[in-house]
T-cell receptor
Framework: AQTVTQSQPEMSVQEAETVTLSCTYD???????LFWYKQPPSRQMILVIR??????QNATENRFSVNFQKAAKSFSLKISDSQLGDAAMYFC?????????????FGKGITLSVRP | DAGVIQSPRHEVTEMGQEVTLRCKPI?????LFWYRQTMMRGLELLIY????????DSGMPEDRFSAKMPNASFSTLKIQPSEPRDSAVYFC????????????FGSGTRLTVV
């Protein structure tokens, strides 16, 4: 079974600075998808960014980018120019491509605070 | 599109009562998932459906929990009888196939059992 590990429960960043949130996963599959979700205090789960394992290029969405290291099974999220609205809980997630395992497996999450 | 719609947003009930949570997925999505979120256990998958058929219910904690999807636009999660340890936020999410689309989540139902 796939597992997702977020070892840092909390992180803090100064507004306008850059922060990196870590995530590792364990799988025997060669093809899969990785996601970062944001959960602000409103509790709505918001998809931030996705990465397809067969793509070597790291995904980027505006201020959000990932560092995907397939061999190391590492998938970190970098937030540039941090804003107060980035304060939230962030979840890393793994999904198999097809079949009975087509469900998201989440890490425990990391709480990010942004200092003004 | 209105997104995934869950109701109610908040529910407070007494121990022993029946609770029904409702979900309307995004039209055209063929996967539907029910998750439970607590501080202690994080996000747990309870059950998911593909084309209205339950695929994996191994996360349903016990027989007090049941879920149905009578058609492509509606699903329910029922707890009978409810217990204080069922207090949590329950999320419904839906997705297209294939898997790279990720999920769209509803806003969740906060359940408090007193």
């Amino acid at each position: 079974a796939q597992t997702v590990t977020q070892s840092q429960p909390e992180m803090s960043v100064q507004e306008a600075e850059t922060v990196t949130l870590s995530c590792t996963y364990d799988t025997s599959e060669s093809d899969y998808y990785l996601f970062w979700y944001k959960q602000p205090p409103s509790r709505q789960m918001i998809l931030v960014i996705r990465q397809e394992a067969y793509k070597q290029q790291n995904a980027t969405e505006n201020r959000f980018s990932v560092n995907f290291q397939k061999a190391a099974k590492s998938f970190s999220l970098k937030i540039s120019d941090s804003q107060l609205g980035d304060a939230a809980m962030y979840f890393c997630a793994y999904r198999s491509p097809t079949g009975a395992n087509s469900k998201l497996t989440f890490g425990k999450g990391i709480t990010l605070s942004v200092r003004p | 599109d209105a997104g995934v719609i869950q109701s109610p947003r908040h529910e407070v009930t007494e121990m022993g009562q029946e609770v029904t949570l409702r979900c309307k997925p995004i039209s055209g999505h063929d996967y539907l998932f029910w998750y439970r979120q607590t501080m202690m256990r994080g996000l747990e998958l309870l059950i998911y459906f593909n084309n209205n058929v339950p695929i994996d219910d191994s996360g349903m904690p016990e027989d007090r929990f049941s879920a149905k999807m009578p058609n492509a636009s509606f699903s329910t999660l029922k707890i009978q009888p409810s217990e204080p340890r069922d207090s949590a936020v329950y999320f419904c999410a839906s997705s297209f196939h294939p898997a790279h689309y990720g999920y769209t989540f509803g806003s969740g139902t906060r359940l408090t059992v007193v």
